[in-house]
């Protein structure tokens, strides 16, 4: 009973990384969990019937493999305050030169233009698209908005990276079947997660954050964290979960390897 109140918990927090009031994390919750659900499952029954190759458009949310690979996921993504890059998590990350993924919002981008520059730089790194503005609920904006919120972040990450997004995120994983479709349509894959670490929760310890992500993680697993100074101990956390997925023989890879 604890240990369900505990999960339920955790995949509360675990979607709200970029969001700072807690009354509105719960209401967009049960969206998010909707839909997170209804992805898996369709992304699961489509992976069944297709070769790895014909990917089927719709939010991704497992890499089509059986093979024991991960993509490590971190949202860069600022709201009211300014957000950096989690240093701890970085310094990792590079010194052991892991694949990774970063989903970067346009503030974001703007303020750490420079470490991006440099990151930008390493081939084990991945910058995607994170939406200009980080609309919470991108599933209330219009064709023409969301247009705006994928090709204004592609222009201004390309502008500092040189190199053109093709992987998308919604802010906080909500969506509609139009936006996804606007997204799509201008070339993108959107790109969530099976497996959410539920770093934002300030009350989830780095012992509770590991037992959680190396018992849900498979292969083909999506991990989503937070780089932006929200994954409260995504790095205390971190290496002991690479370790252990390395241990039982997993390894890491950019989203492009796989999708
Ligand atoms: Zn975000």
Redesign the pocket.
Known sequence: MIYKLIIIIILIFSIS???ETPRKENITLKKDTANQTSDRISAKDSLRNVKQTEIPNGVITRLPTDEKVVALTF???E?RTPAYFDEGILSFLLKEKIPFTV?V?GKFATRNKDRLIELSKLEFVEIEN??LN?YQNMERLSKGQTEKEVTENEKLIFDITKSKTKFF?F??GNYNQAGLESVESLGYKVVHWDVASGDPDKRVSAGRLIKWVLYNVKPGSIIIF?I?GRGYKTADALSVIVDSLRNQGFRFVKLDEEI
Do not use: I, L, M, V
Request: glycine share 12%; with cysteine; charged share 20%.
């Open positions: 990384g970029c969001k949202d860069a993504c709201t989903f919002s994170h939406s980080h995120r802010p906080g937070h932006n």
